[in-house]
Structures are given as C-alpha cells and as structure tokens.
C-alpha cells in the first residue's frame, strides 16, 4: 500500500492512500507531543494515477482519477468537501507529493477484535410450591340457623328446616317440633 505525503503549511501535513475502493485522507497537524489528527474516507474506486494537489486563492484542492472517474475534493480542517461544479485549475499551483516512508506515515493501528461474551449459565430450576395447607373448616350462625363447610369428603348429610319458622327438623321428622308444621317431603 502506497501513502503519498506534502506538507500543505508550516506544522500541517497531509497523508493520502488508497485502500481497495477506498480513499483514505489523514490531516496531521501541531508540533512534537501536540499532534492532532483528521481522517476521512471516501469511496472513490481504485487509483488510475498517484494523487494530485493544487493550492488555489480558496485553499487545496485532491484530484484523484480512479476506477470510478475523476474527483476534485477541496481539503478542509474537517476533512474533505466535494464540489458541485468542478473549480478552474488554470491557476493553480501543483503541491509536490512524495511517498511517505513507514516512520512518518501515521500510525492507525487497528483494534483488537473483542472478546466474544461467555454464554449466560442456565438458571436453576425453581422449586415446587409447598402443598396449601388444609384450611380449618368454615362456619357461619345466625340465630338458630347452623352452616358448616368442612374438608371434601366429609360433607353430613344436608339439614332439613321447617318451612314455617326456620327451626331445624331431623331427616326422618314429617312434623315441626317446634311449631308443629307438618313437613312435606322434598319441600324442606
């Protein structure tokens, strides 16, 4: 991989390479432990020609003639911007463009890949719920009358009352004991 360098003015140097389909653009600027850097990518096709650089009146212009055809970025602080209509370069002045050497070109190292995250442990199975305990049974009273709910299973057999007063009469009764009411089966 050839990287072209210029130096664009005191203390700003320029990097310019072709990466596959790409071109890459490193701005560097600042003196010795102040440098600061801006590198911009653009999909520009493989390189027909090593790069050229025109210092116009509005700054420096990049001509690249690629794969894709020929491009004109202007190069900023911030990277680089495309024209919409190609400028005049009748008056420009083309800026000497050398190889870099591997100890000035910058050092864009690539990351390591991560290390891919262990599988989550599979979670404990939950515990069966504990059997609900037997409930006491459920009693109600009112006045005379008595209702129980015990356990299934141990249901009595179901109460009889007087239809006239409410007073409990026993299974085999056929009269009110206490108010003397004849009982009519199947109606109590």
């Not at 870099?100 to 050092?107: D, I, Y």
């Not at 059997?131 to 129980?148: F, I, V």
Request: proline share 13%; with cysteine; aromatic share 6%.
């Amino acid at each position: 991989m050839t990287v072209y360098t210029s130096e664009l003015q005191t203390g700003q140097r320029i990097f310019i390479e072709n990466v596959g389909e790409q071109t890459l653009v490193t701005l560097m600027s600042g003196g010795p432990g102040q440098q600061q850097s801006q590198r911009t990518g653009v999909d520009s096709g493989a390189w027909l020609a090593p790069p050229v650089l025109f210092r116009v009146a509005g700054g420096v212009i990049l001509r690249l003639d690629t794969s894709k055809g020929q491009f004109l970025f202007q190069v900023q602080s911030s990277g680089l911007a495309a024209f919409s209509s190609p400028p005049s370069l009748a008056n420009a002045d083309v800026l000497p463009l050398r190889q870099a050497t591997s100890s000035e070109t910058p050092g864009f190292t690539p990351m390591e890949p991560m290390e891919p995250m262990k599988p989550m442990k599979p979670m404990p199975p939950m515990e069966p719920m504990k059997p609900m305990e037997p409930m006491p049974p459920m009693q109600m009273q009112m006045g005379s009358m008595k209702m129980q709910m015990g356990p299934p299973g141990q249901q009595a057999a179901p109460k009889r009352f007087c239809t006239r007063c409410g007073e409990a009469v026993g299974p085999e009764d056929r009269f009110c004991g206490h108010c003397g009411h004849r009982l009519v089966p199947g109606e109590v």
